[in-house]
């Protein structure tokens, strides 16, 4: 179908009117990738909204939540994706390294579990190459973007607002998908709530490193060093982590609750790096820097609290990734859970396509029962997590989890 075709409106829509199939808010890995799930199984008019322009500062900027454990390899291949992300540039994620329960460093290695290795990502890079590569594939991107209103059409299917550089315009769609991250714009426009059920945040600071930060040091007891590796070190107010990136640099994040990071003035530049240099081990693998670019850096806050909508899926909308169930990142979930969440909606989407009336009820039960069973497990492995890591019971990050 030509672009032109594609944008015709759908009956009854006002003049000036684009037009899609499917309208996905939000065009990070798990908008994108249903937006190539959608493209692969011949869906014609696939709509992404973008809320920042491509090779925007702000798409630019520091993210969170670089690690991609070894399933996101072959939920890449079943998008029709290569699976090797180093010849993209990113680096081979071997397992993890921890100073967690008080029984001192322990090293646990994907290879043991015979699941191959994941890889710590270039986030940035890897956002913008799903994004173009569902663009590649017939997607087409709306950006810089954002949801100004929805309602439904009498005619059937919804009539979207946009507010873009121009003002507003309209998009009418026959179903709409919220990927529009942890804030659910989509999902709470049409009456879904989130349920945020802690006060997570991350302040997180990237730092350029020499080619001897994480090598192996001699004795080294988890053998092979810290580089190809996650490091998590709990301390009384959360926990820290660290990974060698691409490009010779390091990320190092402190996960905390919000109100013990205000009280500790942690989003200050000093602050952070004092409770940096005052870690166990962190502060070897990677020292804090003394002075030079980045010494005096604030580290950026990123909401990272455990939530998720009440509702995944109505008539004619579904939620995917961070909009439906948003993960702590203690259990490195976030990538694979979107491109997962993506492939079971689509292939929800597409037996609502189908005319079968029975079956596409049957798909959105589904979808739902997915979302609980999902939620459930997260819940319970996220339990398991904190509760291994209680040496401070009486202190307020580590009892509220215990209380839970």
């Known amino acids: 179908m030509s672009p032109e075709a594609s944008r015709d409106p759908l009956p009854g829509a006002p003049p000036g009117t684009d037009a899609a199939d499917v309208l996905i808010v939000g065009a990070g890995p798990a908008g994108s990738a249903t937006a190539l799930a959608l493209r692969a199984a011949g869906v014609p008019r696939v709509v992404l909204v973008d809320r920042a322009a491509h090779g925007s500062p702000e798409r630019a900027a520091l993210r969170v939540g670089e690690s991609a454990t070894p399933n996101v390899g072959p939920l890449l291949a079943r998008l029709g994706l290569p699976d090797d992300l180093g010849r993209l540039g990113h680096r081979p994620y071997h397992g993890n390294l921890s100073l967690w329960s008080g029984d001192g460093e322990t090293a646990d290695d994907f290879l043991r579990r015979g699941s191959g290795h994941g890889w710590h990502l270039d986030r940035a890079r890897f956002d913008r190459w799903l994004r173009e590569a569902a663009v590649e594939r017939g997607a087409r991107l709306l950006a810089p973007a954002t949801l100004a209103g929805i309602e439904r059409r009498p005619e059937g299917g919804w009539t979207v607002g946009l507010r873009d550089a121009a003002g507003q315009r309209s998009v009418t769609a026959r179903v709409v998908v919220d990927a529009g991250g942890r804030r659910a714009p989509l999902a709470t426009a049409l009456g879904a709530r989130r349920r945020r059920l802690d006060r997570l945040i991350a302040l997180a600071v990237d730092v350029k490193i020499d080619g001897a930060v994480g090598a192996a040091p001699a004795g080294d007891p988890a053998g092979g060093g810290f580089r190809g590796r996650s490091f998590v070190e709990a301390v009384e107010i959360g926990w820290w982590y660290a990974a060698v990136l691409p490009g010779g640099r390091a990320i190092v994040t402190l996960m905390t609750?919000?109100?013990?990071?205000?009280?500790?003035?942690?989003?200050?530049?000093?602050?952070?790096?004092?409770?940096?240099?005052?870690?166990?081990?962190?502060?070897?693998?990677?020292?804090?820097p003394e002075d030079g670019p980045g010494a005096g850096a604030a580290p950026a806050v990123f909401s990272a609290a455990?939530?998720?909508?009440?509702?995944?899926?109505?008539?004619?909308?579904?939620?995917?990734?961070?909009?439906?169930?948003?993960?702590?990142?203690l259990t490195s979930s976030g990538i694979a859970g979107a491109l997962d969440d993506a492939l079971a909606a689509a292939d929800t989407i597409l037996r609502w396509f189908s005319g079968d009336g029975t079956a596409a009820r049957a798909a959105a039960i589904g979808y739902a029962r997915r979302a609980e069973d999902t939620l459930r497990r997260y819940l319970a492995e996220r339990t398991r997590h904190y509760t291994a890591g209680g040496r401070w019971p009486d202190a307020p990050f580590w009892s509220r989890r215990a209380a839970r």
């Open 306 to 329: 455990s939530q998720h909508v009440d509702r995944a899926v109505g008539a004619g909308w579904i939620a995917v990734g961070d909009a439906l169930i948003g993960f702590d990142p």
């Open 257 to 288: 609750d919000d109100d013990i990071a205000r009280a500790a003035g942690l989003a200050g530049a000093g602050a952070f790096r004092s409770a940096w240099a005052a870690t166990a081990r962190l502060r070897d693998l990677v020292p804090p």
